[in-house]
């Protein structure tokens, strides 16, 4: 009876000191960016706001990662809404360093806004760095001017 016990024991030590090689780190690490990218020229100023969540996890002792993202491009006309009433078409683009969108409006009447916007999301896409100059242009009535975006540091 001893030796089934000292048996058991030593099984039930055993089982309690082993470790579990399938376990997954519960920690992961969540790094938030959050970006306001600002510039102007002389007709246009802009604002590119961009929210990013990272996330690093261990998993089976591989390092797994995944990421979502939003932007939303602000093009405000520093002239009157007066100046654009004669507008017809209006085409803006920017271009970071891993991406580029476009959009252009044409109007059959005057714009009734002087702020145009555009935005998006993505899930497991490319990001957006601190330290990127986000290029913009802009087409309007025969007009065409460029200027970059550079992150406001707070």
């Keep these: ?5 000292t048996v058991l024991f030593i099984i039930m030590v055993l089982t309690a000191c ?22 102007e020229s002389e007709h246009w100023e802009a604002k590119y706001s961009y ?4 996330l690093w996890q261990e998993d089976d002792g591989k ?6 993202d939003s932007y939303e491009l602000v093009l405000k006309y520093k002239g009157s809404l007066e100046e654009l009433s004669s507008m017809k078409k209006l085409e803006y683009t920017y271009e970071t360093i891993t991406e580029s969108g476009r959009k252009t409006e044409t109007y059959t009447e005057p714009p009734s806004e002087k702020v ?5 999301s993505s899930e497991g896409g490319s990001k ?7 290029q913009i ?17 707070n």
Excluded: C, Q, R
């Design 1 to 5: 009876m001893k030796k089934i016990l």
């Design 18 to 39: 082993g470790s579990d090689t399938t376990k997954k780190d519960n920690n992961p690490k969540t790094i938030n960016n959050d970006y306001k990218f600002i510039g």
């Design 51 to 54: 929210k990013g969540t990272e």
């Design 63 to 68: 390092t797994a990662y995944s990421n979502e």
């Design 116 to 120: 145009f916007t555009t935005s998006g």
């Design 128 to 134: 957006v760095s601190k330290d990127e100059a986000i």
């Design 137 to 153: 242009n802009v087409k309007w009535d025969g007009f065409d001017e460029s200027f970059e975006l550079h992150n406001k540091v």
